[in-house]
């Protein structure tokens, strides 16, 4: 069965970044691509970008342009987005999902990423 | 950018009655890709609808997804308790790539 496992908390501070993790399973990575969303506590889903695991390119929301890298490791099944910068605004939720033309069947668990000093 | 508004904010019913649950494009969303998601509290959302109108696998009949262009719904026909969630849309294609809205909560009344 299809699985995306994510990495565990983290508490990061203003400034500094934050690299999580995304363990697909059950089926052909290269296949499909990788979408990131995010949700702050008590708000909606926002998504930041996807990655394609064939060839590896991405497309950024403009709203994280130039602070965010989404990368894949085919060897290992796993995608990575590293978020630069962060501000207590960026203290959310993340989810990794797998894209299917921009249809999300399948999510990981989530990883709550906090930024506070 | 197209922008998707949902509403109402939130609905309050009780079980066993109708929801209709709107999403609105600022502009028209190519091929009908639209999705429907519920997410419940502490957990990651689900696919219900997705093509402005096909059931996700699995999804029970009583949820329904309609509409086109830039009008779409999602009508749960008979609220089960489990149905008390938040629901987003989302369209897909073009340029950005997603966007959800901004959500509606289900509530018991």
């Known amino acids: 069965q299809v699985q995306l496992v994510q990495s565990g908390a983290e508490v990061t501070k203003p400034g500094a970044s934050v690299k999580v993790s995304c363990k697909a399973s059950?089926?052909?990575?290269?296949?499909?691509?990788i979408s990131w969303v995010r949700q702050a506590p008590g708000q909606g889903l926002e998504w930041m970008g996807w990655?394609?695991?064939?060839?590896?390119?991405?497309n950024y929301a403009q709203k994280f342009q130039g602070r965010v890298i989404m990368t894949t490791d085919t060897s290992t099944t796993t995608a990575y987005m590293e978020l630069r910068s962060l501000t207590s605004d960026d203290t959310a939720v993340y989810y990794c999902?797998?894209?299917?033309?921009?249809?999300?069947?399948?999510w990981g668990q989530g990883t709550l990423v906090t930024v506070s000093s | 950018e197209v922008v998707l508004t949902q509403s109402p904010g939130t609905l309050s019913l009780s079980p066993g009655e109708r929801a209709t649950l709107s999403c609105r494009a600022s502009q028209s969303v190519s091929g009908n890709n639209l999705v429907w998601y519920q997410q419940k509290r502490g957990q990651a959302p689900r696919v219900l609808i997705y093509?402005?109108?096909s059931r996700a696998t699995g999804i029970p009949d009583r949820f329904s997804g309609g509409g086109s262009g830039t009008d779409f719904t999602l009508t749960i026909s008979r609220l089960e308790p489990e149905d008390f969630a938040v629901y987003y849309c989302q369209r897909y294609g073009g340029s950005p790539r997603l966007t959800f809205g901004g959500g509606t909560k289900v509530e018991i009344k």
């Open positions: 999902a797998r894209d299917g033309s921009g249809l999300l069947h399948y």
């Open positions: 093509a402005a109108s």
């Open positions: 059950g089926y052909t990575f290269s296949s499909y691509g």
């Open positions: 990655i394609s695991p064939y060839n590896g390119n991405t």
